[in-house]
T-cell receptor
């Protein structure tokens, strides 16, 4: 149990376009979802925390207008990278936590590789 | 930044040897967790240790936690080539967000 999927797994886009990444909890209700970014050979950096039905809380230095997060249901959160530029190229990973697992437990998706040309 | 630090950044050992990696963090925590990541892939949860625990075992993994020094170590015994991966510690900073360490890249040579 506790599977989190991400779609797409890989996306290449042109500079200036917007890209939407989906994160789904497949077999549990995720009250909280988290979005991370990972540059090559670096660690995961928490971007934002989103609770279902409310606005996301962004970490310092993350532009909320650039990285739009929607958590409209207990099984789906989306991250939209607006007007993407080459420096936004990165590995984006989501995680989800729910009532069953408790706040200690986050289940991670497999990640989405974004390449902006 | 609440990001922790890990050392060494990279570690290369022969199969069968033990691998030790360390994590230091900055804030008070409720628990600390270790994750493994194969290149370009998602994270695999290895072990969670709570702030009131000092040591925990899971198979070939042994984790220690010293809250007075704000540090933790992960020991992998009898390493295998399949253990080659990056290893990250993650702390909760007292809340429900996770802050990851800088990671240790482990290479186990067959």
């Amino acid at each position: 149990g506790a599977v989190v999927s991400q779609h797409p797994s890989r996306v290449i886009c042109k500079s200036g376009t917007s890209v939407k990444i989906e994160c789904r909890s497949l077999d549990f209700q995720a009250t909280t979802m988290f979005w991370y970014r990972q540059f090559p050979k670096q660690s995961l950096m928490l971007m934002a925390t989103s609770n279902e039905g409310s606005k996301a809380t962004y970490e310092q230095g993350v532009e909320k207008d650039k990285f739009l997060i929607n958590h409209a249901s207990l099984t789906l959160s989306t991250l939209t990278v607006t007007s993407a530029h080459p420096e936004d190229s990165s590995f984006y990973i989501c995680s989800a936590s729910g009532l069953a697992g408790g706040p200690d437990t986050q289940y991670f998706g497999p990640g989405t590789r974004l390449t902006v040309l | 930044s609440q990001q922790g630090e890990e050392d060494p950044q990279a570690l290369s050992i022969q199969e069968g040897e033990n691998a030790t990696m360390n994590c230091s963090y900055k804030t008070s925590i409720n628990n600390l967790q270790w994750y493994r990541q194969n290149s370009g892939r998602g994270l695999v949860h290895l072990i969670l240790i709570r702030s009131n625990e000092r040591e925990k075992h899971s198979g070939r993994l042994r984790v220690t936690l010293d809250t007075s020094k704000k540090s933790s170590s992960l020991l992998i015994t009898a390493s295998r080539a399949a253990d080659t991966a990056s290893y990250f510690c993650a702390t909760d900073g007292g809340g429900n967000q996770f802050y990851f360490g800088t990671g240790t890249s482990l290479t186990v040579i067959p």
